[in-house]
């Protein structure tokens, strides 16, 4: 199973891309695209865009992982996280592959045991868990996370909850 996970944002946009073979968990790739501040939301929108739809064409991931929405204090960036997230639903739906949504409570508890865990806490048991030895970004630990969320949850539970 190869599941892609981001972790949306209006400046930065994390990715990582695990895949689970054999009771085993492999980092194929992730990274963060970075937004120039020059260009306007809609460009900014637009070149997610494009170098998601790349990343999914080159490793064609099973799956894909978002966080769910949250409420925020700040409703300006609330809708501008909402936006990056529509394009993350496109390019699933284009894609035609499964979204899964979970909340960060729910990833901090499947990665690190605690669903209260902090920023540092997630990166630290991503790198860990990944064998990395340089720490990475929070937007590419987060997305790995989320896909470490997926590979670990139970299917059978899955297929209960997503029943009409």
């Known amino acids: 199973m190869r599941i892609i996970g981001i972790d949306p944002g209006s400046r930065y946009t994390g990715y990582g891309i695990l895949e689970e073979k054999n009771g085993h968990i492999y980092c194929l790739g992730g990274g ?19 170098e998601l739809k790349k990343i999914m064409d080159d490793f064609a991931p099973h799956e894909m992982v978002v966080e ?20 993350i639903l496109l390019l699933s739906v284009q894609a035609g592959i499964p979204l899964r949504e979970y909340s960060p409570l729910e990833v901090k508890q499947s990665v690190v045991g605690y669903g ?3 920023k540092e806490q997630v990166q630290q048991m991503v790198n860990r868990l990944l064998r990395f030895k340089d720490p990475l970004p929070y937007d590419q630990t987060d997305a790995l996370a989320l896909a470490f969320c997926r590979i670990h949850r139970n299917p059978v539970l899955d297929a209960e909850f997503s029943r009409p």
């Open 32 to 50: 963060c695209i970075t937004l120039a501040p020059s260009l306007s939301f809609a460009e900014k929108l637009g070149f997610i865009y494009k």
């Open 68 to 87: 769910e929405i949250f409420f925020a204090r700040n409703v300006k960036s609330a809708l501008k996280l909402a936006h990056v997230r529509g394009v």
């Open 116 to 118: 209260r865990a902090t």
